[in-house]
């Protein structure tokens, strides 16, 4: 473990004084440091090996010069990508590490299927939708993602949540794995999650349908 350490160390001390001597065109004519292998981690086989494709431009570059821009544009371009970082193994290889974004739900567009991911991105992959709510109407991402976060912050179980509706008035109502629909209104969300906990929780209403939380100090419940 030392000795690979030992190497590590004089291999970086040799570089850092050959870069002390060398030009921008000499750095150019060294071919040991050009990439010759690029690694994909954190996808799928197929997608890492699609991603790969797509970054084998950067084969025979100096390591030293890669373009940063034209990496994260292509590696950002996949849906599929929360966040990522690049390392370089001197003196010839890199290694792109990915994390995968979350599925949330997913929903229709124009009769095709998409996933929301976690990273705010409709996502056409094939995967399981099972354990996922599905969401219908309008609705931008962004609206979604933020009743996501509210949720979470609730006292309420995202996983009992078999579907969501948006309005075009910018309001949702949900569906729990128990069929009851719970109206929320445009505002105090965090509260009206929290009040229908409780409610669900009270043996007092075994057979409710719906929880209309739409007015302020009004509660309607429907068996």
């Known amino acids: ?16 004084i050959l870069l002390g001597t060398l030009n921008n065109k000499n750095i150019n004519n060294f071919k040991f440091i050009d990439i010759k292998e690029i690694k994909v981690e954190g996808l799928s086989e197929d997608n890492n090996s699609k991603l790969l494709k797509n970054l084998d431009f950067l084969k025979f570059q ?8 034209k990496i994260q544009k292509i590696i950002t371009s996949n849906n599929l990508v929360l966040n990522y970082f690049v390392i370089k193994q001197y003196p010839s290889s890199l290694i792109v590490k990915i994390s995968q974004t979350e599925f949330l739900a997913y929903t229709y ?3 095709e299927l998409f996933f929301i991911g976690s990273n705010g991105k409709l996502i056409k992959e094939k995967y399981d939708k099972k354990d996922l709510p599905i969401i219908t109407g309008n609705f931008d991402n ?56 409780k409610i669900l929780n009270n043996d007092q209403f075994q057979n409710i349908k719906i929880i209309d939380l739409r007015q302020d100090k009004q509660l309607i419940i429907n068996e």
């Not at 509210?150 to 910018?170: A, E, G, L, T």
């Open 1 to 16: 473990m030392r000795s690979q350490i030992n190497k590590k160390i004089l291999l970086y001390l040799f570089l850092f």
């Open 62 to 69: 100096n390591i030293f010069f890669i373009n940063k821009k």
């Open 109 to 111: 567009k124009n009769g």
């Open 142 to 197: 962004k609206d979604f993602l933020e009743l996501k976060s509210i949720i979470d912050d609730s006292n309420f179980d995202y996983k009992s949540i078999k579907s969501f509706i948006f309005f075009p008035s910018k309001r949702w109502d949900l569906k729990t794995e128990d069929d009851v629909l719970i109206k929320l209104s445009q505002n105090r969300l965090k509260k009206n999650l929290n009040l229908s906990v």
